[in-house]
T-cell receptor, first 113, second 114 residues
Framework: GENVEQHPSTLSVQEGDSAVIKCTYS??????FPWYKQELGKGPQLIID?????GEKKDQRIAVTLNKTAKHFSLHITETQPEDSAVYFC????????????FGKGTMLLVSP | EADIYQTPRYLVIGTGKKITLECSQT?????MYWYQQDPGMELHLIHY???????EKGDLSSESTVSRIRTEHFPLTLESARPSHTSQYLC?????????????FGPGTRLLVL
C-alpha cells in the first residue's frame, strides 16, 4: 500500500519567516495530494490540494509543489503569522473508488511573535 | 465550518464498559470515516463507509465496530473498553464515494479508559 513520509515533525519559525514542510510518497499511481491543518481542539481542515497534472498551486500565502518523478510534494507558507501555528498533515491517494487517503505523521508548526 | 458533529467531546470510562461514540453530519455526504489519532498526532483510518449499509475496515486493526443505518449517522462502538483504547477519535465525511473528495472532520472525541 501507499506510504507517506513527512518531515520535519516539528518546525519553529519567527513571525514573518517562511515555513516549508516536505512529504514523499511510495505509490507512483497516487495522483491526489491534499494538505490539512489541525488547530488545537479541532479536527483537520483542508487548506490546499494538488493533482498530478499540476506542478504548483498557490492560494494567497500558501503554495504546494509536486515533483512526480521524485515522488515528493511540499507545502510552503510565506509571511507566517501566529495563527498559522497548528499541526499540518500531507496525504496521498489514487483515483480509485476503493482507495482512501494515506496521511503523513504530521508536522507541528510553531510561529513565534 | 463543516456541519459534522461528534458526541461526547470527552469521555472517561472504566475498563470493560461498552461505549458508543456518535457522529452525525447534515451535509448529505455519502462517505464517512473514523480515524484514531494517537498522542503523536498520527491519523489512523479504522473504519469507513460508502453509504447506507456499507462498512469497511481501515488500515489500522481496531476492536471497535461501526454501523451505517442512516446516511447522516455513523456511530462507533467498543463492546468492552480497555486502557489501550485511550485515544482521540475523529469522524469525517466526504460528498462522493471517490477518494479525492475533500474530507470534512468533526471536532473529535477524547476517550480515556481507566
Amino acid at each position: 500500500g501507499e506510504n507517506v513520509e513527512q518531515h520535519p515533525s516539528t518546525l519553529s519559525v519567527q513571525e514573518g519567516d517562511s515555513a516549508v514542510i516536505k512529504c514523499t510518497y511510495s505509490d507512483s499511481a497516487s495522483n491526489y495530494f491534499p494538505w490539512y491543518k489541525q488547530e488545537l481542539g479541532k479536527g483537520p481542515q483542508l487548506i490546499i490540494d494538488i493533482r498530478s497534472n499540476v506542478g504548483e498551486k498557490k492560494d494567497q500565502r500558501i503554495a504546494v509543489t509536486l515533483n512526480k518523478t521524485a515522488k515528493h510534494f511540499s507545502l510552503h507558507i510565506t509571511e507566517t503569522q501566529p495563527e498559522d501555528s497548528a499541526v499540518y498533515f500531507c496525504a496521498a491517494s489514487k483515483n480509485s473508488g476503493y482507495s482512501t487517503l494515506t496521511f503523513g505523521k504530521g508536522t507541528m508548526l510553531l510561529v513565534s511573535p | 465550518e463543516a456541519d459534522i458533529y461528534q458526541t461526547p467531546r470527552y469521555l472517561v470510562i472504566g475498563t470493560g464498559k461498552k461505549i458508543t461514540l456518535e457522529c452525525s453530519q447534515t451535509m448529505g455526504h455519502d462517505k464517512m470515516y473514523w480515524y484514531q489519532q494517537d498522542p503523536g498526532m498520527e491519523l489512523h483510518l479504522i473504519h469507513y463507509s460508502y453509504g447506507v449499509n456499507s462498512t469497511e475496515k481501515g488500515d489500522l486493526s481496531s476492536e471497535s465496530t461501526v454501523s451505517r443505518i442512516r446516511t447522516e449517522h455513523f456511530p462507533l462502538t467498543l463492546e468492552s473498553a480497555r486502557p489501550s483504547h485511550t485515544s482521540q477519535y475523529l469522524c469525517a465525511s466526504s460528498l462522493g464515494t471517490g477518494p479525492q473528495e475533500t474530507q470534512y472532520f468533526g471536532p473529535g472525541t477524547r476517550l480515556l479508559v481507566l
